[in-house]
């Protein structure tokens, strides 16, 4: 099953000294760049490597991962031929994950949906582009990649994000495909941006999403939106299965009323 983390994403370039907020940091948003380089590597980043994806100087680079290491957040590789997170980014993301109000609400309900469905269950919450998964509940057959938070996939081509942009209004549908790079993961991946519409409307309509192999082959994804206060779309729950268990139809007649049961007991709370 191949990885399909962090697609919309990219390192965030530090802003010109001359246009910057006077209360912004430059040095604190270089420091997150250099670990922001790490999204999408397979390996270990030498200097020189973190230096040409971060677009910082190879000398400013070594005194910003030298004071990471010193503060755990960076650590040598194994093997001794590079530079990995460290151990202490971990820390954020428990803090991340225990003080986040819409998870806190939402997690009894996913372990509830969970249970009852004996399928994948997943919570991803909204940032921009994309759906990043803040919480995975595993079915008895998921791959490595599958089972990590923090993973994320776009919104145009899956059942989650299409169950989200189901909820805004048609300008700011149209806004985000029309920033999205839409590129195919699958032979089965909708790029077109007149079948993507024709996708969020039918989601607007059922109350639910449906994706088969749009991401990953042999995976059938049913996503219903997941709302704040004020009822504005900020993620998605999603129930994955394989087809090599189900069809489409049985998959949506089994699961649909569960999914948008348990995301009404959400979105009232």
């Known amino acids: 099953m191949r990885e399909v983390d962090r697609v919309e994403y990219a390192v965030r370039p530090v802003p010109d000294p001359a246009e910057e907020d006077p209360l912004f940091i430059q040095a604190v948003a270089r420091a997150l760049q250099v670990l922001s380089t790490f999204h999408g590597a397979s390996n270990a980043l030498t200097l020189n490597e973190i230096a040409s994806r971060s677009?910082?100087?190879?000398?400013?680079?070594?005194?910003?991962?030298?004071?990471?290491?010193?503060?755990?957040?960076m650590e040598r590789a194994p093997d001794d031929r590079g530079y990995v997170p460290g151990i202490?980014?971990?820390?954020?993301?428990?803090?991340?994950?225990?003080?986040?109000?819409?998870?806190?609400?939402?997690?009894p309900t996913l372990v509830e949906l969970r249970r009852d469905t004996g399928e994948r269950v997943d919570l991803s919450l909204r940032d921009d582009l994309r759906l990043v998964y803040a919480l995975r509940l595993q079915s008895k057959r998921e791959s490595y990649f599958a089972t990590l938070i923090g993973n994320s996939v776009p919104l145009y081509c899956t059942a989650g994000g299409r169950a989200l942009l189901s909820q805004l209004s048609d300008d700011e549908v149209d806004d985000i495909l029309a920033r999205s790079n839409r590129q195919p993961f699958t032979p089965r991946t909708l790029t077109d941006l007149k079948e993507i519409r024709a996708k969020v409307v039918m989601a607007r309509e059922n109350g639910y999403a449906i994706a088969a192999e749009e991401v990953?082959?042999?995976e059938v994804v049913l996503g219903v939106a997941v709302k704040d206060n004020d009822s504005r779309p900020i993620g998605a729950i999603h129930i994955g299965g394989s087809l090599s268990?189900?069809?489409?139809?049985?998959?949506?007649?089994?699961?649909?009323?569960?999914?948008?049961?348990?995301?009404?007991k959400i979105n009232r709370a």
């Open 245 to 264: 268990e189900w069809d489409k139809d049985s998959f949506v007649s089994n699961f649909a009323p569960l999914a948008m049961t348990a995301a009404g």
């Open 216 to 218: 990953l082959q042999g």
């Open 88 to 107: 202490r980014l971990l820390d954020h993301t428990l803090d991340y994950l225990r003080l986040n109000p819409v998870i806190v609400r939402v997690l």
């Open 55 to 73: 677009g910082i100087g190879k000398s400013t680079v070594q005194r910003i991962v030298h004071t990471l290491r010193q503060q755990g957040y």
